[in-house]
């Protein structure tokens, strides 16, 4: 009998100790947890800040006085709200004094800062005190600027207050350390926070209390500043599989004292594999937060960490090493056309070729949603390098088969060396993206290696989105509107102008229309210059009341929300009806997305504004896409015109004529420059020209001295070009 109950002991005694075990390593678990995310809060809002803080522009709007108010929200303020759920923003001036607030997405009074200064002075202090010369390359690799951050009570609330100076991206604007603006930001850990925690980390009931939660069952972590004050505890119920199994298992063991002996066993293996399932969840949350979920790759962070491993020992043995970035060309279309789940299944096979097609020692990461990156250790030359990009490019081009059907993609790799092109992972990195966007922009299913060349057109490039933002600041004076009259060829008289835009670059003159709207669409300034476009022209047309207006769109500002609504705001400014207004668009623009464009061409047409297709022939060039999105107008392009006097030429010009007319739709020829190509066009029934023959795009004031030329002599200069 004792040496049973002596058994007894020892299994109650064991198994008491493995649960305790087992609830400890869950403890452990969540403890950690709870710091990483404390943790990576500070880095996101950090690197928040970083987007408009690191920044010339912002560094020359803060030194303006009055403040420019409107840029400050878009850019500095009220942003912050949208792009990162920021809850407050101020702006402190050199003498640590607010300019600028924001609270909860609204414009607030400077004054409102008072609230934060018991966290916020002390960040300011110790980030003034540090003396550090802030800006682009003079931070760690994680931070392009310095700043300070703490946690502390705002408004009664627990809150993240992040401190960060307002510098220049470039150098080039001198900033004494100390002295320059600061951007305060202000995260609330508001209950939506803790939820969030709870249901994304696995912490059951995770709550924010401002004392230690004393109920049994309750874990709670102190959440301390900087200072080391505690100014609350986070709360949660913790996951306590041992304590469980005990509950459920020791009163069996105490009715069945006969059979421990057949129980010991299945009791401890089952324990046992209660414990590995455990340390099982542990590595499978770690793969997860160093892996892809949807490949198995590496993710962007173990990207990261081992792309600084790899250069470390590049250092160390003055060896070779290639960064390869690789964006697949044409996944959108597979997503659109197959489906997400398509394109999932595209994506899991792009990942095991690359893995084909490398060294088992070279690690291959998946940094984004189609964007994959190689590093390549220690390669015999840049030969073997062009090798490898070669053959996944010839892979990737092979085609993929997704649920019975067949998908063809293609890949553009960009290539950095080290150390040829830098041993710092911040320069490795920007180098091979750098090369990455040349070999898109060339063709696609390509790699280009990275050359000093290529820096230079982005230094150019980025010049050139500087003094486009500077050209939107003061529209009226480096930009402008000329417009190409269009004529009918029944009498001749101008029946409507086409607006066109120009750009005087204080240094370098006129610059192309097509450069133009290619830097705002890539700077993301197309809807600002498009919409001062709109205004514009509109205003000048009230000085014309027989003409329509036609204004070109951008793809972009047809996919966007706000457009129907800028034309809503500017038709019911009254300078115009929308009778005499017309959008003028690509079929590019029409297939870039069709859904969006077509809900939005739809809700112009019931505003009542015409729509033309733009250089019909060039793309597509489907009678569907003249059903489907119902056009008022067919623009024939300049490139058909110029092949009137050719016999295939003539015929195309005939087809496209009988097309639009059996269909009900206006014409409208461009790039008329001979007698000959307006009389043929007159013949096959075209409505209407424009074209050097008739008039080059001219200033607004000439289309009035145009206009009133027709009235006097009852057929204007168009009315003699034409013949008439």
């Given at each position: 009998?004792?040496?049973?109950?002596?058994?007894?002991?020892?299994?109650?005694?064991?198994?008491?100790?493995?649960?305790?075990?087992?609830?400890?390593?869950?403890?452990?678990?969540?403890?950690a947890l709870?710091?990483?995310?404390?943790?990576?809060?500070?880095?996101?809002?950090?690197?928040?800040?970083?987007?408009?803080?690191?920044?010339?522009?912002?560094?020359?709007?803060?030194?303006?006085?009055?403040?420019d108010?409107?840029?400050?929200?878009?850019?500095?303020?009220?942003?912050?709200?949208?792009y990162?759920?920021?809850?407050?923003?101020?702006?402190?001036?050199?003498?640590?004094?607010?300019?600028?607030?924001?609270?909860?997405?609204?414009?607030?009074?400077?004054?409102?800062?008072?609230?934060?200064e018991?966290?916020?002075?002390?960040?300011?202090?110790?980030?003034?005190?540090?003396?550090?010369?802030?800006?682009?390359?003079?931070?760690?690799?994680?931070?392009?600027?310095?700043?300070?951050?703490?946690?502390g009570?705002?408004?009664?609330?627990?809150?993240?207050?992040?401190?960060?100076?307002?510098?220049?991206?470039?150098?080039?604007?001198?900033?004494?350390p100390?002295?320059?603006?600061?951007?305060?930001?202000?995260?609330?850990?508001?209950?939506?926070?803790?939820?969030?925690?709870?249901?994304?980390?696995?912490?059951?009931?995770?709550?924010?209390?401002?004392?230690?939660?004393?109920?049994?069952?309750?874990?709670?972590?102190?959440?301390?500043?900087?200072?080391?004050?505690?100014?609350?505890?986070?709360?949660?119920?913790?996951?306590?599989?041992?304590?469980?199994?005990?509950?459920?298992?020791?009163?069996?063991?105490?009715?069945v004292?006969?059979?421990?002996?057949?129980?010991?066993?299945?009791?401890?293996?089952?324990?046992?594999?209660r414990?590995?399932?455990?340390?099982?969840?542990?590595?499978?949350?770690?793969?997860?937060?160093?892996?892809?979920e949807?490949?198995g790759?590496?993710?962007?962070?173990?990207?990261?960490?081992?792309?600084?491993?790899?250069?470390?020992?590049?250092?160390?043995?003055?060896?070779?090493?290639?960064?390869?970035?690789?964006?697949?060309?044409?996944?959108?279309?597979?997503?659109?056309?197959?489906?997400?789940?398509?394109?999932?299944?595209?994506?899991?096979?792009?990942?095991?070729?690359?893995?084909?097609?490398?060294?088992?020692?070279?690690?291959?990461a998946?940094?984004?949603?189609?964007?994959?990156?190689?590093?390549?250790?220690?390669?015999?030359?840049?030969?073997?390098?062009?090798?490898?990009?070669?053959?996944?490019?010839?892979?990737?081009?092979?085609?993929?088969?997704?649920?019975?059907?067949?998908?063809?993609?293609?890949?553009?790799?960009?290539?950095?060396?080290?150390?040829?092109?830098?041993l710092?992972?911040?320069?490795?990195?920007?180098?091979?993206?750098?090369?990455?966007?040349?070999?898109?922009?060339?063709?696609?299913?390509?790699?280009?290696?990275?050359?000093?060349d290529?820096?230079?057109?982005?230094?150019?490039?980025?010049?050139?989105?500087?003094?486009l933002?500077?050209?939107?600041?003061?529209?009226?004076?480096?930009?402008?509107?000329?417009?190409?009259?269009?004529?009918?060829?029944?009498?001749?008289?101008?029946?409507?102008?086409?607006?066109?835009?120009?750009?005087?670059?204080?240094?370098?003159?006129?610059?192309?229309?097509?450069?133009?709207?290619?830097?705002?669409?890539?700077?993301?300034?197309?809807?600002?210059?498009?919409?001062?476009?709109?205004?514009?022209?509109?205003?000048?047309?009230?000085?014309?009341?027989?003409?329509?207006?036609?204004?070109?769109?951008?793809?972009?500002?047809?996919?966007s929300?706000?457009?129907?609504?800028?034309?809503?705001?500017?038709?019911?400014?009254?300078?115009?009806?929308?009778?005499?207004?017309?959008?003028?668009?690509t079929?590019t623009?029409?297939?870039?997305?069709?859904?969006?464009v077509?809900?939005?061409?739809?809700?112009?047409?019931?505003?009542?504004?015409?729509?033309?297709?733009?250089?019909?022939?060039?793309?597509?060039?489907?009678?569907?896409?003249?059903?489907?999105?119902?056009?008022?107008?067919?623009?024939?392009?300049?490139?058909f015109?110029?092949?009137?006097?050719?016999?295939?030429?003539?015929?195309?010009?005939?087809?496209?004529?009988?097309?639009?007319?059996?269909?009900?739709?206006?014409?409208?020829?461009?790039?008329?420059?001979?007698?000959?190509?307006?009389?043929?066009?007159?013949r096959?029934?075209?409505?209407?020209?424009?074209?050097?023959?008739?008039?080059?795009p001219?200033?607004?004031?000439?289309?009035?001295?145009?206009?009133?030329?027709?009235?006097?002599?009852d057929?204007?200069?168009?009315?003699a070009?034409?013949?008439?």
């Amino acid at each position: 009998m004792l040496a049973a109950f002596c058994l007894l002991v020892l299994i109650l005694g064991l198994l008491f100790w493995s649960g305790k075990e087992a609830d400890r390593i869950a403890r452990h678990r969540d403890r950690a947890l709870v710091a990483l995310v404390l943790s990576q809060m500070v880095d996101r809002v950090g690197h928040a800040q970083e987007s408009s803080t690191v920044w010339d522009d912002a560094v020359l709007q803060v030194r303006r006085r009055p403040l420019d108010m409107g840029w400050i929200d878009q850019n500095l303020g009220i942003w912050f709200q949208n792009y990162a759920g920021i809850d407050e923003i101020y702006i402190l001036d050199p003498q640590n004094r607010p300019v600028y607030a924001m609270r909860d997405g609204r414009r607030a009074k400077p004054e409102a800062f008072i609230a934060v200064e018991g966290v916020a002075d002390r960040l300011v202090a110790a980030l003034r005190k540090s003396g550090k010369p802030v800006g682009r390359g003079q931070s760690d690799v994680a931070m392009l600027s310095a700043g300070r951050a703490d946690f502390g009570i705002v408004r009664g609330r627990p809150a993240l207050v992040s401190v960060k100076p307002i510098v220049s991206d470039s150098g080039r604007i001198p900033q004494k350390p100390g002295t320059e603006a600061l951007h305060v930001a202000v995260e609330y850990l508001d209950a939506e926070f803790f939820g969030r925690i709870g249901s994304q980390f696995g912490l059951a009931d995770a709550h924010y209390a401002i004392a230690p939660d004393t109920l049994r069952g309750q874990r709670s972590v102190g959440m301390q500043d900087h200072q080391g004050h505690t100014i609350g505890y986070l709360h949660w119920r913790p996951f306590a599989p041992g304590s469980q199994v005990i509950a459920a298992l020791a009163p069996v063991l105490l009715v069945v004292l006969l059979l421990t002996g057949a129980l010991v066993y299945l009791l401890a293996s089952r324990l046992a594999r209660r414990t590995h399932d455990l340390e099982d969840s542990r590595r499978h949350a770690q793969h997860r937060a160093t892996h892809d979920e949807l490949t198995g790759l590496g993710n962007r962070s173990m990207f990261e960490q081992r792309l600084d491993e790899a250069l470390a020992r590049a250092r160390r043995h003055k060896t070779l090493l290639a960064l390869l970035y690789i964006d697949l060309d044409r996944f959108k279309q597979v997503n659109d056309t197959l489906g997400h789940p398509a394109g999932d299944a595209l994506i899991r096979q792009v990942a095991r070729r690359l893995l084909a097609e490398v060294r088992i020692y070279d690690f291959v990461a998946r940094v984004g949603g189609d964007e994959f990156a190689i590093i390549v250790g220690e390669p015999e030359n840049r030969h073997a390098v062009e090798r490898i990009c070669a053959r996944i490019v010839a892979e990737v081009e092979r085609p993929f088969d997704l649920a019975g059907s067949q998908a063809f993609i293609g890949a553009s790799i960009g290539v950095a060396l080290a150390p040829l092109h830098g041993l710092d992972r911040t320069e490795l990195t920007r180098k091979a993206d750098i090369a990455l966007y040349r070999a898109k922009t060339e063709g696609r299913s390509r790699y280009r290696f990275f050359t000093p060349d290529l820096d230079v057109d982005v230094q150019a490039r980025e010049e050139t989105y500087r003094d486009l933002r500077q050209a939107l600041a003061d529209c009226d004076r480096q930009l402008a509107l000329h417009y190409q009259p269009i004529y009918t060829l029944e009498t001749g008289h101008m029946v409507g102008v086409e607006a066109l835009l120009r750009w005087y670059h204080p240094e370098h003159g006129l610059m192309p229309p097509a450069d133009l709207v290619r830097s705002a669409e890539e700077s993301g300034l197309i809807e600002v210059l498009g919409d001062w476009v709109l205004h514009r022209a509109v205003q000048d047309a009230r000085a014309w009341p027989t003409l329509r207006v036609a204004v070109n769109v951008s793809p972009l500002q047809l996919r966007s929300r706000k457009f129907v609504d800028t034309v809503r705001q500017v038709l019911a400014s009254g300078a115009i009806t929308a009778d005499r207004l017309e959008v003028e668009l690509t079929e590019t623009a029409l297939m870039a997305a069709p859904d969006e464009v077509g809900h939005c061409l739809a809700a112009l047409r019931g505003l009542g504004v015409a729509c033309a297709l733009d250089d019909f022939g060039t793309g597509y060039s489907s009678l569907s896409h003249i059903r489907d999105f119902a056009v008022d107008r067919v623009k024939i392009d300049r490139s058909f015109v110029n092949a009137i006097d050719t016999k295939a030429g003539a015929a195309l010009v005939e087809a496209i004529v009988n097309l639009a007319r059996a269909n009900g739709l206006r014409l409208t020829a461009e790039g008329v420059e001979k007698p000959e190509q307006q009389a043929f066009l007159r013949r096959v029934g075209c409505h209407e020209v424009q074209g050097f023959l008739l008039s080059k795009p001219i200033p607004a004031d000439s289309i009035t001295q145009l206009l009133q030329d027709d009235v006097d002599h009852d057929a204007g200069p168009g009315a003699a070009a034409l013949g008439l």
